[in-house]
């Protein structure tokens, strides 16, 4: 949104010209609407109800319609349009939006009569529009009320003893006789204006400590930054963080903000930990790294520029699993399953081969399985068992007549994997997609 501006240079000549009216006529038809502005406000404040009433008329010609609206300085941010049957007074609201980084300035109400042969009458009206200065907000978490005191021009503060986590909105109490409540919650990435959605305030340690917010910027503290390598991670989801960035086999991983790390699960695939670093497992490339703070592990998927990788012509790029019985960091908090969402990245690991670890009984089932290799984050591309072969002797692949649909694993029947064992499913392709080939080796 642009800042509000005084009427261009073109609107004061024509102003001159026309008096302080500001009325144009399009004359597209027969007939001349006129319109006079019988009662609006001189002044009002952003969030505002805007009142006025026009009379409109013309000469012998039915009306059509009456249109208004509210500018901020060249863009339309409110309007009505009302049904204009019979000469006479019409009246209306319309909302003044609290925006942000919008500053105090002059609006215009612009008010448009047009008849049945579309003739068009234009009158505007300037409208000076300041921000209030509200004597407090309210933040609301979970139906519990924290007042916010003003503390300078747009600042508010609240300090009480809160969790490390503080979940709620933001509303601001209608100003003056004309005002609306606001609200400010999380648009997912950042706070904004009009909704109730949770703002995931965050602090390190639980406490006596300050939320804070600014009603001009829409800055809100604290949060918590969570970094990776000194960059900062987004955050995706209620207690997800994510980052994209360039790997070197070997690099180490530096977190910042992330509490406990010696209690997460570590995805060999991708990550390994020696003493109290993080090394980065897979090959040089584009990953994105995703922090999921209530399971307390890092999920790793191969990237392409900005996009979730998908396997290319000549076996580089990315393999996927979708299907039954495995997961990460466990089948039971977490299995894949048939949702494309979930699915795994293998870890691509130089000679076009890529590389899941599993602990049987643990991230997959150790009696059953059904799972298979695709091309891709969903549904395309696949490893049907034209494509793809093993000769594991516990591990099968699927025909569409043995158990299993083409291309979906199973476990061989009569056997199981050993619980608490470590298995190592690679799949190589440098003989070509179409000639794909699965080992399944358990560690010693």
């Not at 990237?303 to 019985?325: F, H, P, R, Y």
Request: charged letters at 20%; aromatic letters at 10%; one cysteine or more.
């Amino acid at each position: 949104m642009r800042k509000l501006v005084n009427y261009s240079y073109l609107l004061m000549l024509l102003s001159i010209l026309v008096g302080c009216k500001e009325e144009f006529i399009v004359p597209t038809g027969g007939g001349s609407p006129t319109i006079e502005i019988v009662s609006k406000p001189n002044a009002a404040f952003f969030a505002d109800s805007i009142s006025y009433k026009v009379k409109v008329a013309d000469q012998g010609v039915d009306l059509s319609t009456l249109k208004v609206e509210l500018l901020y300085s060249e863009d339309v941010v409110a309007s009505q349009t009302i049904r204009t049957k019979e000469y006479g007074e019409y009246q209306g609201k319309l909302f003044a939006p609290f925006l942000k980084n919008v500053a105090n300035g002059t609006a215009t109400l612009r008010f448009t009569a047009q008849n049945v042969e579309l003739t068009k009458t234009e009158v505007l009206a300037d409208l000076p529009l300041t921000r209030p200065e509200f004597p407090f907000l309210n933040l609301i978490v979970e139906g519990k009320t924290y007042k916010m005191l003003r503390k300078s021009a747009n600042q508010y503060e609240v300090s009480d003893k809160f969790a490390t986590k503080v979940n709620g909105y933001i509303e601001a109490p209608a100003f003056g006789a004309n005002g609306n409540t606001v609200q400010f919650g999380w648009d997912g990435e950042a706070i904004t204006q009009g909704v109730t959605a949770n703002i995931p305030f965050t602090n390190i340690i639980e406490g006596v400590y300050p939320i804070s917010f600014n009603t001009m910027t829409y800055q809100g503290s604290p949060f918590v930054a969570y970094k990776l390598n000194g960059e900062d991670m987004t955050m995706v989801a209620e207690d997800v963080y994510s980052i994209d960035m360039d790997m070197d086999k070997d690099q180490e991983l530096v977190f910042e903000g992330l509490q406990g790390l010696d209690t997460w699960w570590v995805d060999r695939d991708f990550l390994r930990k020696e003493s109290d670093k993080f090394l980065f497992n897979a090959i040089k490339g584009r990953y994105r790294i995703t922090a999921d703070l209530k399971k307390k592990y890092f999920i790793v998927e191969a990237m392409n520029g900005s996009n979730l990788a998908s396997l290319n012509a000549d076996g580089t790029g990315a393999i996927w699993i979708i299907g039954e019985g495995i997961g990460k960091p466990s089948v039971a908090s977490n299995e894949v399953g048939w949702n494309t969402d979930k699915a795994l990245c293998l870890a691509p690991i130089g000679g076009k081969k890529y590389r899941v670890t599993v602990v049987a009984g643990t991230s997959i089932r150790a009696n059953s399985i059904n799972f298979k290799f695709f091309h891709q984050k969903g549904w395309g591309g696949e490893f049907k068992n034209a494509d793809i072969s093993t000769k594991s002797d516990i591990i099968f692949i699927g025909n569409g007549s043995n158990g299993r649909d083409p291309g979906n694993l199973g476990i061989v029947n009569g056997k199981q994997l050993e619980a608490g064992a470590t298995y190592v499913f690679e799949v190589d392709l440098s003989q070509g997609n179409s000639k794909a080939v699965l080992t399944v080796n358990k560690q010693q």
